[in-house]
């Protein structure tokens, strides 16, 4: 494959990643409020669980690499926000609340992990038990 079309895929899937990303951001901070970056932990947690399941169907199934660019590397990787994670970590660390940064910290690990494995299951249940 070209390296081109390679670009093309991963950049246009970043595109509409990172669009997603701030448009569901946003609306998601514009109802739960400014307090708690709800907006991110969703976004990271949803991104992991899709990124499971369709790692899963692509190990399982043959399908083209270009779906593995564009989608796995390219949507999923502009959707996620671990840079945006670290970064409100560390304001959170910054202003002293502890209690808030370890629910963020630990809940955003515990719940992307067990996303990305209950991708991989379902992911096996639709393709009738095959890994």
């Given at each position: 494959?070209?390296?081109?079309?390679?670009?093309?895929?991963?950049?246009?899937?970043?595109?509409?990643?990172?669009?997603?990303?701030?448009?569901?951001?946003?609306?998601?901070?514009?109802?739960?409020?400014?307090?708690?970056?709800?907006?991110?932990?969703?976004?990271?947690?949803?991104?992991?669980?899709?990124?499971?399941?369709?790692?899963?169907?692509?190990?399982?199934?043959?399908?083209?690499?270009?779906?593995?660019?564009?989608?796995?590397?390219?949507?999923?990787?502009?959707?996620?926000?671990?840079?945006?994670?670290?970064?409100?970590?560390?304001?959170?660390?910054?202003d002293g609340r502890?209690?808030?940064?370890?629910?963020?910290?630990?809940?955003?690990?515990?719940?992307?992990?067990?996303?990305?494995?209950?991708?991989?299951?379902?992911?096996?249940?639709?393709?009738?038990?095959?890994?």
């Amino acid at each position: 494959m070209e390296t081109i079309t390679k670009i093309a895929l991963v950049g246009s899937g970043g595109f509409l990643g990172a669009n997603v990303r701030y448009w569901l951001g946003g609306w998601i901070q514009d109802r739960t409020g400014g307090a708690f970056p709800w907006q991110t932990m969703f976004i990271n947690v949803t991104g992991s669980l899709a990124i499971g399941l369709f790692m899963g169907l692509f190990a399982g199934l043959d399908w083209s690499p270009n779906w593995r660019l564009f989608l796995a590397i390219g949507v999923f990787g502009g959707y996620t926000t671990y840079s945006t994670f670290a970064y409100e970590a560390v304001a959170m660390l910054g202003d002293g609340r502890y209690l808030p940064l370890l629910l963020y910290v630990e809940g955003t690990a515990v719940l992307t992990v067990v996303g990305a494995w209950l991708g991989l299951v379902t992911s096996r249940l639709l393709l009738g038990g095959v890994t």
